[in-house]
């Protein structure tokens, strides 16, 4: 697997090829159509919160994926859904070229020795009564080694993760800060050896001199296991650091998808540009006079009809109630594209085809 | 080896790696608490004086508590060698109290025990299970809910005929469902958390998940609450006794002397209260070390 | 200090808070000294376990009953510590209004929103319902939510994260409070409803002309925010000053590092300079000045002298034994 040497760290490394690899290097390795999951609402019949509406997007082979959007936007849910943790309702999910689930595809439990999750740091993300060693060491003794080669292997991945095994590895969770905890979670989802992790705000409950230390991380062994990464988060400057290419998720469904420049640059859906310029300035000098866009994100029991963004758009008009906006055609891994009445220049809105 | 260093301790300030606390591991923490909780102390070697002296019955006891005799009956506190004075058919109270312990103990401890075997399976099949299966298991254990405790236990001891078997297995019965709810109710709770979904990410099945990740967090709940049930236990075996649904004469039992040493309570009033008195501090000695447990295991880390 | 000769409305002199328990003593804020003035805004800045929030809820004795508290409070010339039970109730609420992180348990879930700030209104006040009804109306469009009337009579579950906050702020600003204290009360809400209320809370702050002490961990909302800033670590304060001063020269290695692991426009392809190690144990806390061991300043005696808060600009303070070499 050697390759010429190439600058470290630069994100043009050309790709690595694992072993387990199936579709060559122009195959994406994950391709999601249409996932949709809807949580039936108790009591309420009919109702359901619509967690995941109609969502489809590729990630390639070494890159980072970036996901960022609010709360009730689904980001969640579709972290788990790409595991299979959650089963979708509908759409499909395509691994590495092969259809997950289904006869003559990959099957769920392959999948999970290839793709992994990291949960936000939490005290429930790590069992009180085990030792992170065993915590660690569990994934890779489930997938069959045997204890002794599994208790190995968590040494040395605790080690890649900068915790010193002897020191550490005995302990309980709750004698680990917030950091170590979460180089923990790391450890343990990179102990089975996966291609893709799947990062559910990974640093959101961490300090921000800790994010700091856990983002490098990331970003080393990214690097060094030649993985590929989906990075959930609602905090847009993360999001942009460690990013290849973002989705923005509002209530459901993708509102915008590009190369992480061009959507922090020159965002298209009004909802990226609001989330944007809610970001507080570092400047005390130029303070955000007025708050971008009123009100709060709605309820995704009963999401608004057309648009969903429409009830809090500047711009809505009477096409956005009627008319869910499409997603525009994906073409490529440099494709901008936004799901907004006002980039399709047939839909009718007094704005189309002029921004 | 890695080219992050961030945790290695800057040389001269180890104390950063080290842990905080040197107690480690969640039991030991919890003995740790008790240590220091003269209160739980001070009943739990009651506990344990009690249960000793049940054990070693035929060591302790100064006399034979079979052995009646006409002319010492109803002796009071003190009457020659009778220490606690002597029972209707004057048998030698202390011995016999002694002798009851076992009894207790036994009436106590064992049903909860089948209980939460049988009643901790039924909830964590339920628990983990969840949907339909939870509510069939619940719902039936409702069903047993409906009946106060003391009623239904002397319900299905006094169908069954009486006996310490069937007293028992009424017992057993009885606790069951408490046993299931408790077990399901934490078993629920932990099956909600991340580390759940971690370890059913890595492909590990149902039974695997139970046993390393739900059985440990839930064990300590179920413990607290099954400690707290022998109190009751003890009262309720005491007065199925009583009610003379439980142990036959003549063997020596607290709820039974309660019932035979009643008429004679003018008589030696402090004699015939002792076997309650047994009871009681058997009882609340038994509840108050479930509650100091509770309070040792109940800290968040 | 500048020429100002308004008493400061918030003097707090060597504060130290503990914590103690069976297993071990929390040494959560170890000697501090403070000031905030009228109608200015003071942010305290630090992470978890700094001891910003204990500070805060001292001003006011919101205290766990296993607090000891050491030290000088003193709210407009008062002195909180001294306090009995009857006047502390009056302070809080009255002069004194406090607002918190989570806006979903700040809220009795049994009462509508009137109901709860008609509460506040009448025991501070002495106002009737039907007066105290009005005064929540008009809070309710002073802080701009939108259907106030109907909103009246909701209840909290009915209203969204960034209204129940907004609810909440009305509820503290009932009284025509002299100083608001907010702890963290944007950190749990969404991006687009966290600008909202920060923008509200200056506009209010201006009208009004209430001091605020405002606590967070993020450095964007204390520049947003802030007319001043106290940086907190370990139960000290390491640097305070003008904000805009702060955020561009800091002069303490702690407010720089944390400035520089800060994720805001740094290249993709270079790491973050993070500050190496973890925050210290604060039952445990090291010899000397509690930063040393993640310094990259420190020196030999960095590790046995706890630094005392040197002056080295008017209007800046710098708790370190090595401040930067022409310090301004």
Same mark, same amino acid.
Request: aromatic residues 6%; contains cysteine; proline residues 7%.
């Given at each position: 697997?050697?390759?010429?040497?190439?600058?470290?760290?630069?994100?043009?490394?050309?790709?690595?090829?694992?072993?387990?690899?199936?579709?060559?290097?122009?195959?994406?390795?994950?391709?999601?159509?249409?996932?949709?999951?809807?949580?039936?609402?108790?009591?309420?019949?009919?109702?359901?919160?619509?967690?995941?509406?109609?969502?489809?997007?590729?990630?390639?082979?070494?890159?980072?994926?970036?996901?960022?959007?609010?709360?009730?936007?689904?980001?969640?849910?579709?972290?788990?859904?790409?595991?299979?943790?959650?089963?979708?309702?509908?759409?499909?999910?395509?691994?590495?070229?092969?259809?997950?689930?289904?006869?003559?595809?990959?099957?769920?439990?392959?999948?999970?020795?290839?793709?992994?999750?990291?949960?936000?740091?939490?005290?429930?993300?790590?069992?009180?009564?085990?030792?992170?060693?065993?915590?660690?060491?569990?994934?890779?003794?489930?997938?069959?080694?045997?204890?002794?080669?599994?208790?190995?292997?968590?040494?040395?991945?605790?080690?890649?993760?900068?915790?010193?095994?002897?020191?550490?590895?005995?302990?309980?969770?709750?004698?680990?800060?917030?950091?170590?905890?979460?180089?923990?979670?790391?450890?343990?989802?990179?102990?089975?050896?996966?291609?893709?992790?799947?990062?559910?705000?990974?640093?959101?409950?961490?300090?921000?001199?800790?994010?700091?230390?856990?983002?490098?991380?990331?970003?080393?062994?990214?690097?060094?296991?030649?993985?590929?990464?989906?990075?959930?988060?609602?905090?847009?400057?993360?999001?942009?650091?460690?990013?290849?290419?973002?989705?923005?998720?509002?209530?459901?469904?993708?509102?915008?998808?590009?190369?992480?420049?061009?959507?922090?640059?020159?965002?298209?859906?009004?909802?990226?540009?609001?989330?944007?310029?809610?970001?507080?300035?570092?400047?005390?000098?130029?303070?955000?006079?007025?708050?971008?866009?009123?009100?709060?994100?709605?309820?995704?029991?009963?999401?608004?009809?057309?648009?969903?963004?429409?009830?809090?758009?500047?711009?809505?008009?009477?096409?956005?109630?009627?008319?869910?906006?499409?997603?525009?055609?994906?073409?490529?891994?440099?494709?901008?594209?936004?799901?907004?009445?006002?980039?399709?220049?047939?839909?009718?809105?007094?704005?189309?085809?002029?921004? | 080896?890695?080219?992050? *260093?961030?945790?290695?301790?800057?040389?001269?300030?180890?104390?950063?790696?080290?842990?905080?606390?040197?107690?480690?591991?969640?039991?030991?923490?919890?003995?740790?608490?008790?240590?220091?909780?003269?209160?739980?102390?001070?009943?739990?070697?009651?506990?344990?004086?009690?249960?000793?002296?049940?054990?070693?019955?035929?060591?302790?006891?100064?006399?034979?508590?079979?052995?009646?005799?006409?002319?010492?009956?109803?002796?009071?506190?003190?009457?020659?060698?009778?220490?606690?004075?002597?029972?209707?058919?004057?048998?030698?109270?202390?011995?016999?109290?002694?002798?009851?312990?076992?009894?207790?103990?036994?009436?106590?401890?064992?049903?909860?025990?089948?209980?939460?075997?049988?009643?901790?399976?039924?909830?964590?099949?339920?628990?983990?299970?969840?949907?339909?299966?939870?509510?069939?298991?619940?719902?039936?254990?409702?069903?047993?809910?409906?009946?106060?405790?003391?009623?239904?236990?002397? *319900?299905?001891?006094?169908?069954?005929?009486?006996?310490?078997?069937?007293?028992?297995?009424?017992?057993?019965?009885?606790?069951?469902?408490?046993?299931?709810?408790?077990?399901?109710?934490?078993?629920?709770?932990?099956?909600?958390?991340?580390?759940?979904?971690?370890?059913? *990410?890595?492909?590990?099945?149902?039974?695997?998940?139970?046993?390393?990740?739900?059985?440990?967090?839930?064990?300590?709940?179920?413990?607290?609450?099954?400690?707290?049930?022998?109190?009751?236990?003890?009262?309720?075996?005491?007065?199925?006794?009583?009610?003379?649904?439980?142990?036959?004469?003549?063997?020596?039992?607290?709820?039974?002397?309660?019932?035979?040493?009643?008429?004679?309570?003018?008589?030696?009033?402090?004699?015939?209260?002792?076997?309650?008195? *047994?009871?009681?501090?058997?009882?609340?000695?038994?509840?108050?070390?479930?509650?100091?447990?509770?309070?040792?295991?109940?800290?968040?880390? | 200090?500048?020429?100002?000769?308004?008493?400061?409305?918030?003097?707090?002199?060597?504060?130290?808070?503990?914590?103690?328990?069976?297993?071990?003593?929390?040494?959560?804020?170890?000697?501090?000294?403070?000031?905030?003035?009228?109608?200015?805004?003071?942010?305290?800045?630090?992470?978890?376990?700094?001891?910003?929030?204990?500070?805060?809820?001292?001003?006011?004795?919101?205290?766990?009953?296993?607090?000891?508290?050491?030290?000088?409070?003193?709210?407009?010339?008062?002195?909180?510590?001294?306090?009995?039970?009857?006047?502390?109730?009056?302070?809080?609420?009255?002069?004194?209004?406090?607002?918190?992180?989570?806006?979903?348990?700040?809220?009795?879930?049994?009462?509508?929103?009137?109901?709860?700030?008609?509460?506040?209104?009448?025991?501070?006040?002495?106002?009737?319902?039907?007066?105290?009804?009005?005064?929540?109306?008009?809070?309710?469009?002073?802080?701009?939510?939108?259907?106030?009337?109907?909103?009246?009579?909701?209840?909290?579950?009915?209203?969204?994260?960034?209204?129940?906050?907004?609810?909440?702020?009305?509820?503290?600003?009932?009284?025509?409070?002299?100083?608001?204290?907010?702890?963290?009360?944007?950190?749990?809400?969404?991006?687009?409803?966290?600008?909202?209320?920060?923008?509200?809370?200056?506009?209010?702050?201006?009208?009004?002309?209430?001091?605020?002490?405002?606590?967070?961990?993020?450095?964007?909302?204390?520049?947003?925010?802030?007319?001043?800033?106290?940086?907190?670590?370990?139960?000290?304060?390491?640097?305070?000053?003008?904000?805009?001063?702060?955020?561009?020269?800091?002069?303490?290695?702690?407010?720089?590092?944390?400035?520089?692991?800060?994720?805001?426009?740094?290249?993709?392809?270079?790491?973050?300079?993070?500050?190496?190690?973890?925050?210290?144990?604060?039952?445990?806390?090291?010899?000397?000045?509690?930063?040393?061991?993640?310094?990259?300043?420190?020196?030999?005696?960095?590790?046995?002298?706890?630094?005392?808060?040197?002056?080295?600009?008017?209007?800046?303070?710098?708790?370190?034994?090595?401040?930067?070499?022409?310090?301004?």
């Amino acid at each position: 697997m050697a390759l010429a040497p190439v600058p470290v760290g630069s994100r043009f490394d050309p790709p690595v090829i694992d072993p387990r690899d199936r579709g060559g290097p122009a195959q994406p390795l994950l391709i999601a159509r249409e996932l949709r999951k809807h949580f039936p609402v108790k009591g309420a019949r009919g109702k359901s919160v619509q967690a995941v509406d109609g969502v489809s997007f590729t990630v390639r082979k070494g890159e980072t994926l970036g996901i960022v959007g609010e709360s009730g936007c689904g980001k969640s849910t579709l972290a788990r859904l790409l595991l299979h943790l959650v089963v979708p309702d509908a759409g499909e999910l395509v691994f590495d070229g092969e259809a997950v689930g289904t006869s003559g595809g990959i099957a769920v439990n392959a999948l999970r020795r290839q793709v992994q999750i990291v949960f936000q740091d939490s005290y429930s993300s790590l069992n009180p009564r085990m030792p992170v060693r065993d915590s660690v060491a569990f994934g890779p003794f489930i997938q069959g080694r045997k204890k002794a080669e599994a208790r190995d292997l968590a040494r040395d991945i605790l080690a890649k993760v900068g915790l010193n095994a002897d020191l550490f590895g005995p302990r309980y969770p709750h004698e680990l800060s917030g950091g170590q905890k979460q180089r923990v979670n790391i450890a343990r989802a990179l102990a089975t050896g996966p291609r893709m992790v799947i990062l559910d705000e990974p640093v959101s409950a961490l300090d921000k001199s800790v994010e700091a230390q856990v983002l490098n991380l990331l970003r080393a062994l990214k690097r060094q296991l030649n993985l590929t990464y989906v990075f959930i988060s609602h905090d847009l400057n993360v999001v942009r650091y460690i990013s290849d290419r973002v989705l923005v998720m509002y209530l459901g469904r993708i509102v915008e998808l590009g190369p992480v420049d061009m959507i922090f640059d020159r965002p298209l859906h009004p909802y990226t540009r609001a989330l944007l310029a809610s970001r507080p300035s570092m400047d005390p000098a130029h303070r955000i006079e007025e708050p971008p866009i009123s009100g709060d994100p709605p309820n995704p029991i009963d999401p608004p009809s057309g648009c969903r963004f429409r009830t809090r758009c500047p711009f809505a008009e009477p096409v956005c109630e009627h008319t869910a906006p499409p997603l525009a055609e994906w073409l490529g891994m440099n494709s901008h594209i936004a799901a907004c009445h006002m980039q399709d220049p047939g839909s009718g809105h007094s704005r189309a085809g002029r921004t | 080896m890695s080219d992050i *260093a961030l945790d290695k301790p800057l040389e001269t300030f180890d104390e950063q790696a080290a842990p905080a606390t040197l107690v480690r591991g969640y039991w030991q923490s919890v003995f740790n608490r008790l240590r220091h909780d003269p209160v739980t102390l001070f009943f739990a070697a009651i506990v344990l004086l009690i249960v000793l002296a049940a054990i070693f019955a035929p060591l302790v006891a100064p006399f034979d508590p079979y052995k009646d005799s006409v002319i010492a009956r109803l002796k009071p506190i003190g009457w020659r060698d009778h220490l606690l004075g002597t029972d209707e058919l004057g048998r030698d109270m202390l011995s016999r109290l002694i002798y009851g312990g076992r009894v207790s103990l036994l009436m106590g401890v064992v049903p909860v025990l089948i209980a939460s075997i049988v009643g901790g399976l039924l909830g964590v099949v339920g628990g983990f299970a969840g949907g339909r299966v939870n509510t069939a298991i619940m719902r039936a254990m409702d069903v047993f809910y409906a009946f106060p405790s003391v009623l239904l236990a002397v *319900a299905v001891a006094g169908a069954m005929g009486g006996g310490i078997g069937n007293g028992m297995l009424a017992l057993t019965l009885v606790f069951i469902p408490p046993m299931c709810r408790v077990t399901e109710t934490a078993t629920t709770q932990v099956r909600a958390l991340d580390y759940i979904e971690a370890a059913r *990410a890595t492909g590990a099945g149902t039974i695997t998940i139970i046993r390393y990740h739900v059985l440990g967090n839930v064990l300590g709940p179920v413990f607290v609450y099954a400690s707290s049930l022998v109190s009751v236990s003890i009262l309720l075996a005491s007065g199925l006794s009583f009610l003379g649904l439980g142990v036959r004469p003549p063997t020596a039992d607290w709820g039974l002397m309660l019932s035979t040493l009643r008429q004679s309570i003018y008589v030696v009033p402090f004699v015939c209260a002792l076997p309650g008195a *047994a009871i009681f501090v058997t009882s609340i000695s038994f509840n108050l070390v479930s509650d100091g447990l509770r309070a040792a295991m109940d800290v968040r880390m | 200090m500048d020429g100002s000769a308004d008493p400061p409305l918030v003097e707090v002199s060597d504060l130290s808070v503990e914590f103690v328990s069976r297993e071990a003593t929390v040494h959560a804020v170890n000697g501090i000294s403070f000031a905030a003035r009228r109608g200015e805004v003071l942010c305290i800045l630090g992470e978890s376990g700094s001891g910003k929030s204990v500070t805060l809820r001292s001003l006011i004795r919101l205290l766990p009953r296993n607090a000891r508290v050491d030290g000088s409070v003193r709210v407009n010339g008062r002195d909180v510590l001294a306090m009995g039970a009857r006047e502390l109730r009056d302070l809080r609420g009255g002069l004194v209004a406090m607002v918190f992180q989570e806006p979903m348990t700040a809220l009795d879930p049994v009462y509508t929103i009137g109901q709860q700030i008609g509460e506040t209104v009448r025991r501070h006040t002495g106002s009737d319902r039907g007066a105290a009804r009005e005064r929540a109306l008009e809070l309710l469009e002073l802080v701009g939510i939108p259907s106030a009337v109907r909103r009246l009579d909701a209840y909290p579950h009915e209203l969204s994260g960034g209204l129940r906050q907004r609810a909440i702020i009305a509820m503290a600003l009932s009284c025509n409070p002299q100083l608001l204290l907010a702890d963290e009360p944007t950190t749990a809400l969404d991006a687009t409803v966290q600008v909202q209320v920060l923008v509200l809370l200056r506009r209010l702050q201006r009208e009004l002309g209430m001091g605020m002490i405002f606590v967070t961990h993020d450095l964007g909302v204390a520049a947003e925010i802030a007319d001043t800033i106290a940086v907190m670590y370990a139960g000290r304060i390491v640097e305070t000053g003008p904000v805009a001063q702060v955020l561009s020269h800091p002069l303490h290695p702690y407010t720089a590092g944390l400035l520089a692991s800060t994720v805001h426009g740094q290249h993709k392809d270079r790491d973050i300079d993070a500050i190496p190690g973890s925050p210290p144990d604060m039952r445990r806390l090291p010899q000397g000045c509690s930063f040393a061991p993640r310094c990259t300043r420190r020196s030999a005696a960095c590790r046995t002298t706890v630094p005392e808060p040197r002056f080295p600009a008017p209007g800046r303070m710098a708790a370190c034994l090595n401040l930067p070499v022409g310090a301004e």
